[in-house]
């Protein structure tokens, strides 16, 4: 796999990436407008889940092209972006299931969730963040989590109502086993390291 990071540094290759996930992050928000209408203010920030975290790798790219790292934002990206890109293929397979069918947006979902999982990961190499870091962002995660499952803030899927207790179960988990990959993948000492230039 060690080919593709050559082209995974490209600038052209980082411009588009660029373009796809700021149209990606407008079109997130725009998505969840219709909540967001009904969103107490204090809680706004953490509605958007997904759009948030292609927003985190938004800056990323942006300090890549500028031959930068900025570490907070890397960690933000990286766990939001397996967390939400996870969850998101999961919750459109459940829909899947309890409905038998999945309309052309559950399918876009499922694709472009799981693409924003797999460009975090694969960006990985370049990342510098340290421990502080990711303990920022694992209060900012679980407190998401809490946000969403304590104050009913979750996105709303009013199919899988009935399984929202174990929806909850499930996200807590996965922002653990995401905070781990982070961990894995950027701080522990043997791991694979490359430069952006």
Same mark, same amino acid.
């Given at each position: 796999m060690r080919w593709i990071y050559?082209?995974?540094?490209?600038?052209?290759?980082?411009?588009?990436?660029?373009?796809?996930?700021?149209a990606g992050t407008v079109y997130g928000y725009i998505w969840y407008g219709w909540q967001l209408k009904d969103t107490p203010a204090k809680f706004l920030l953490f509605v958007p889940d997904s759009p948030t975290a292609s927003l985190f790798f938004v800056f990323v790219i942006i300090a890549f092209l500028l031959r930068k790292n900025w570490p907070l934002m890397e960690a933000l990206a990286l766990v939001? $972006? #397996?967390?939400?890109?996870?969850?998101?293929? @999961?919750?459109?397979? %459940?829909?899947?299931?309890?409905?038998?069918?999945?309309?052309?947006?559950?399918?876009? $979902? #499922?694709?472009?969730?799981?693409?924003?999982? @797999?460009?975090?990961? %694969?960006y990985a190499p370049f990342y510098r963040f340290k421990w502080w870091h990711l303990i920022v962002t694992a209060i900012w995660t679980l407190h998401n989590d809490v946000i969403d499952y304590v104050f009913s803030m979750m996105p709303r899927y009013h199919m899988l109502e009935q399984f929202t207790a174990?929806?909850?179960?499930?996200?807590?988990?996965?922002?653990i086993v995401s905070i781990g990959a982070a961990y894995y993948l950027v701080i522990r000492s043997s791991r694979f390291k490359l430069e952006i230039k």
């Open positions: 050559p082209l995974l540094a490209n600038r052209s290759v980082l411009m588009l990436l660029l373009i796809i996930n700021i939001t $972006l #397996i967390k939400y890109g996870v969850w998101a293929v @999961v919750m459109n397979a %459940l829909v899947f299931a309890v409905q038998g069918d999945l309309d052309p947006i559950g399918l876009m $979902l #499922i694709f472009s969730h799981f693409a924003m999982a @797999v460009q975090g990961v %694969l174990n929806i909850g179960y499930f996200t807590f988990w996965l922002s």
